[in-house]
T-cell receptor, first 117, second 113 residues
Framework: GAVVSQHPSRVICKSGTSVKIECRSL??????MFWYRQFPKQSLMLMAT?????????EQGVEKDKFLINHASLTLSTLTVTSAHPEDSSFYIC?????????????FGPGTRLTVL | GNSVTQMEGPVTLSEEAFLTINCTYT??????LFWYVQYPGEGLQLLLK?????DKGSNKGFEATYRKETTSFHLEKGSVQVSDSAVYFC????????????FGAGTRLAVHP
C-alpha cells in the first residue's frame, strides 16, 4: 500500500532554533501533500497544503514565515519551524495524495513530535 | 462552517462487546465522510468511507452509514477485539477549494480481555 514516512519522529530543540521536518511518499508520487498539527487530545488541524513546484497554501491564522514549506519533488515536502518557541511544541503530521490514482484519499505519515525547550 | 463532532473518550469495553462511536457533522454542500484509525505509534489509516447519503462504508467488521437527515456517520462494530484498541477519527472532506479534510477530536478506544 501507499506509505508515507516522516523524519524525525521526535525532536527536541532550544527556543530560537529552527527545525526541519521531512515528509516522504515512499512508493507513489504526490503533487499534493498536507501538513497538520495536533495538540494533545485535540483534532488534527490543517496548517497548509503543499503543492509540488509552487507555493504552499496556508490556512487562516497560520504564519507563512513561521512555518516554511518546500515541496521540491514529487516525493518530498519539508516543513521548517523557524525560530521555534515553546508554544510551537506539538505533534506535526503530514499526508500525501497519490497523483496517479485520481482519488482524494490521503495517506498519512506517523507524525513528528516537536518539543521546544 | 464545516465541522465534525465526535463523542469524547476514552471508551472502555470488554472483548466481544458492541461498539458505537458517535459522529455528527456540519457542512455546506455534500461532503464525503471518513473514519480513520490511529494505532499506538503509527500514522492514521483510512478505516472506511462513504461518499453520498445512505452509503454504508465497511471494513474489518466496522460499519458506518452516511445519514444526511441526521448529519451523522456513527461507527459501529458488533464484537470488538483487543487489537481494535486505538484512536478513531471521524472526518469530512470538504470538496470546495482544495479538498481539505476536517477532523473530529478523536475517540480513544480501549478493549480489555
Amino acid at each position: 500500500g501507499a506509505v508515507v514516512s516522516q523524519h524525525p519522529s521526535r525532536v527536541i530543540c532550544k527556543s530560537g532554533t529552527s527545525v526541519k521536518i521531512e515528509c516522504r511518499s515512499l512508493d507513489f508520487q504526490a503533487t499534493t501533500m498536507f501538513w497538520y498539527r495536533q495538540f494533545p487530545k485535540q483534532s488534527l488541524m490543517l496548517m497548509a497544503t503543499s503543492n509540488e513546484g509552487s507555493k504552499a497554501t496556508y490556512e487562516q491564522g497560520v504564519e507563512k514565515d513561521k512555518f516554511l514549506i518546500n515541496h521540491a519533488s514529487l516525493t518530498l515536502s519539508t516543513l521548517t519551524v523557524t525560530s521555534a518557541h515553546p508554544e510551537d511544541s506539538s505533534f506535526y503530521i503530514c499526508s500525501a495524495r497519490d497523483s496517479s490514482s485520481g482519488s482524494n484519499e490521503q495517506f498519512f505519515g506517523p507524525g513528528t513530535r516537536l518539543t521546544v525547550l | 462552517g464545516n465541522s465534525v463532532t465526535q463523542m469524547e473518550g476514552p471508551v472502555t469495553l470488554s472483548e466481544e462487546a458492541f461498539l458505537t462511536i458517535n459522529c455528527t457533522y456540519t457542512a455546506t454542500g455534500y461532503p464525503s465522510l471518513f473514519w480513520y484509525v490511529q494505532y499506538p505509534g503509527e500514522g492514521l489509516q483510512l478505516l472506511l468511507k462513504a461518499t453520498k447519503a445512505d452509503d454504508k462504508g465497511s471494513n474489518k467488521g466496522f460499519e458506518a452509514t452516511y445519514r444526511k437527515e441526521t448529519t451523522s456517520f456513527h461507527l459501529e462494530k458488533g464484537s470488538v477485539q483487543v487489537s481494535d484498541s486505538a484512536v478513531y477519527f471521524c472526518a469530512l472532506l470538504f470538496s470546495g477549494g482544495y479538498n481539505k479534510l476536517i477532523f473530529g477530536a478523536g475517540t480513544r478506544l480501549a478493549v480489555h480481555p
